[in-house]
């Protein structure tokens, strides 16, 4: 516990000076606000607006493509605005925050606990699952990407102990990697901020799915590859021949950590700790780059670099939470929902860890990113025709790629649990005959 302590007290007096350096840096811009219509005019094509950060309401035209009928009064709404010579017009209208069904409230809990195993056992893969399920529920890309990373440091920092205990932890490789991801936040979130002021929840989600799909893919592909070898061959993971040539670069500060058992420059981590980063705040998804960064850039092991991950995203969480507050767009309610389960499953998955060889790790993190690839592709059509990009999608291709998004997403759930559980229980057993065969011989 005086670990855990020293921690938090360190990294927040860190995280209150930073926010101090990038002060004014936070914010939408002048073209795009929040808050709640009171009242509709449909035959004069006006309406009064409330923003949340004004006492006094304002009148706005709305432009010919908002649809009066489509707006609700008293809900609280994004808008896009527009100066013309006769004022001001409200030319787009999106409803920030999902209503919340009974059926939706228990699919948020049981994709938490997924989440959280995922995180506990891969040190990522919570996030890149919650995300895209919050998306496919009808969260807006912007807001699911900020109630996620909200959710994620406290969830972060139970997984962070338990594996400390265990001994995975690299905290000199974690808090290296952390500090350059802090820099990555910032400039993640004012990519997001910039594409959903110009674009839009449509633009968002756009760019969220396609962003996902080609580093799911990528590495995905590249992790599966190496997981099979590992698993045909039953053999131990071995440090990556691209980690070995960096460990061989004599470029000052060179740095040792302890645990990974690794000494090298910190020009390499710093980059990848930045990279971490900008994922993070963009799409809320660091750890898929962190992860396989540390173990065939760095050198560490699956079991260290998943382990360390936890801390990052212990540091990235903080900080960008607080970057997504400040501009109101966590669903406070989305992030208690899936905390609830998340910290339940984070401390099954640590647990599983103990059990498994390096390449369970990494076949558990493949086989999750390749199968929500597909479940975010199938989306990409979609928000292409809303941005008017393509032609609009006729009813029945709507609802098969809907389809294919949806259970896409349940198998890759289904898949993480089922590999993390059977891992885990094989494991558990193992352990315990050798124990018995042990307790046998000194007998």
Known sequence: MRFLSALVLTLFLFLSLATAAFAGGGGPSKNFTKGVFIEIDRTAGT????????EVSTTLKLGK?????????DEKVMVTLQ?????????????????????????????????????????????????????SLGVPGAIAVASNMCHKFPKALVGTYKRFKYGQVDIKLGLVMAFSAIFGVQIGIMIQKAILNAWGNAG???????????????????????AVRLAKHDADDKTSPLALKLQQLNIPPMMHFKTAGVRISAWVTLPLGLATGMLAATIAVGGFIGVPGMIYVVGASAVVASATELLIAFVMGTWGSIQWGLSGLIDIRLTLLILSTSLIGVQLGALGTTYVKDYAIKLVMAA??????????????????????????????????????????????????VIITASMTIGMMKARKEEKALAAEEA
């Open 83 to 135: 100066e013309k010579e006769d004022g001001q017009y409200a030319v787009k209208v999106e409803t920030m925050f999902l209503d919340l069904s009974m059926s939706k409230f228990i699919t948020l809990m049981v994709v938490g606990l997924v989440g959280g195993m995922l995180s506990g056992f891969i040190g990522s893969g919570g996030a890149f699952v919650l995300t895209p399920s919050m998306m």
């Open 65 to 73: 493509e908002v649809d009066a009928d489509n707006i609700s009064l």
């Open 204 to 226: 968002s989600n756009l760019y969220v799915s396609v962003v996902f799909v080609i580093v799911l893919v990528v590495v995905g592909g590249y992790v599966l590859r190496d």
């Open 47 to 54: 309406a009064v607006f409330q923003a949340s950060d004004s």
């Open 368 to 417: 999750v990113m390749l199968i929500v690839a597909i479940s975010r592709g199938a989306k990409i059509p979609g928000y292409l025709a809303d941005l008017g990009l393509i032609e609009p999608l006729g009813a029945a291709m709507d609802s098969v790629l809907n389809f294919v998004s949806f259970w896409a997403l349940v198998a890759a759930l289904g898949t993480a649990g």
